[in-house]
């Protein structure tokens, strides 16, 4: 039973222009959201989170959004660049279970110059 | 910045060896993670830890144990290795959110 889906292996998106990554649960508990970023051979890496008393969280060109109705969460890349090009997994928790992550399969992006 | 380093990047074990994948972090963390990724799979959740000598089961601990003796390290057994248990060994560490991840060991069972 996948709690936390992915349901794009990949995306391709040209320089300059926004990507989009979806994510969707169906675990109403979780009210904790973040998303990682992994390039080959690391770990994944934090990007940005968003708690659910939320439906939008910026840091930079990253925006998260959070659609609690709809049970699904989105991230924004603008303007993509090509150092963006990774594996971007959405990982969802219960805020008080002590930082214990379910992750979704993950969206490889790939960000062509 | 945290630092969770794990041991090795790479291992090739045969059928039946036991296994041990050591992770250590020093930023004195409460909880660490050992998940494994595949491909379509995402990162699954072997066991976890908020302390030692505890060990909470995750989604897919068979075939796995673990060990946590002092704070900052956290290893993973596999008691008797087999092929399907070839993946991306990946430890993570957090006081609260998010998780901090190390580097991961790329495990090949033959």
């Known amino acids: 039973d996948q709690q936390v889906k992915q349901n794009s292996p990949s995306l391709s998106v040209q320089e300059g222009r926004i990507s989009i990554l979806n994510c969707d649960y169906t675990?109403?508990?979780?009210?904790?959201f973040l998303w990682y970023k992994k390039y080959p051979a690391e770990g994944p890496t934090f990007l940005i989170s968003?708690?659910?008393?939320?439906d939008k969280n910026e840091d930079g060109r990253f925006t998260v959004f959070l659609n609690k109705s709809a049970k699904h969460l989105s991230l924004h890349i603008v303007p993509s660049q090509p150092g963006d090009s990774a594996v971007y997994f959405c990982a969802a928790s219960v805020y008080n279970q002590g930082g214990k992550l379910i992750f979704g399969q993950g969206t490889e992006l790939s960000v062509k110059p | 910045d945290v630092k969770v380093t794990q041991s090795s990047r790479y291992l090739v074990k045969r059928t039946g060896e036991k296994v041990f994948l050591e992770c250590v972090q020093d930023?004195?963390?409460?909880?660490m993670f050992w998940y494994r990724q595949d491909p379509g799979l995402g990162l699954r959740l072997i066991y976890f830890s908020y302390d030692v000598k505890m060990k909470e089961k995750g989604d897919i601990p068979e075939g796995y144990s673990v060990s946590r003796e002092k704070k900052e390290r956290f290893s993973l057994i596999l008691e008797s290795a087999s092929t399907n248990q070839t993946s991306m060994y990946l430890c993570?560490?957090?006081?609260?959110?998010?998780?901090?991840f190390g580097n991961g060991t790329r495990l090949t069972v033959t």
């Open positions: 993570a560490s957090s006081f609260f959110s998010p998780l901090h």
């Open positions: 930023m004195d963390h409460e909880n």
């Open positions: 968003i708690s659910s008393i939320k």
């Open positions: 675990n109403s508990m979780f009210d904790y």
